[in-house]
């Protein structure tokens, strides 16, 4: 009986089967095997939302999305498809909302890890820049919203005293 393959030979020839890394090398797929995180995620969840801040470049393993922009369904994507990379590459607010149609398995990285793919993986670059000129027509360029730091509600008078030790 032949021994079991080892789990990250499984996963790098499930990616080259994805069309995203059909012409990576074996570097390549390393390079970005070693980076990705898997999540599952359920049926009818927003991955991200059209004008929210992006964090996340998405690789679609399994499982289907639908897009839609000012509530309108663009496109409906599937096992090698990605999603999230113009938030990234532009700093721009999301240009679409993605909900998942059925349970789906991605492949996910942050924005480091995204720009580390982006100098490090050649075969994947070009496919992410040819797709990020395309979904890039006609859609108006807003800015990122900024995240700024959740300020605190001053505490009561009372126990600001008490704070400063001036409490009677």
Do not use: C, H, K
């Amino acid at each position: 009986m032949p021994l079991a393959t080892p789990y990250w030979r499984r996963r790098r020839e499930f990616l080259r089967g994805l069309a995203l890394f059909a012409d990576s090398t074996e570097a390549e797929l390393r390079a970005f095997d070693r980076q990705a995180g898997e999540i599952w995620v359920e049926r009818g969840t927003d991955l991200m939302r059209e004008g929210a801040r992006g964090v996340e470049f998405a690789v679609i393993a399994d499982g289907r999305v639908q897009v839609a922009r000012t509530g309108a369904v663009i496109a409906d994507l599937g096992p090698g498809d990605f999603i999230g990379e113009l938030a990234l590459l532009d700093d721009r607010a999301r240009t679409a909302t993605v909900t998942t149609t059925a349970r789906t398995r991605l492949l996910v990285l942050g924005p480091d890890e995204f720009a580390s793919m982006m100098r490090d993986v050649p075969s994947v670059r070009a496919q992410v820049d040819d797709a990020a000129a395309v979904r890039r027509e006609g859609v108006p360029v807003v800015p990122a919203p900024r995240v700024t730091p959740a300020r605190m509600a001053p505490p009561p008078a009372a126990r600001r005293r008490r704070l400063l030790g001036t409490w009677r």
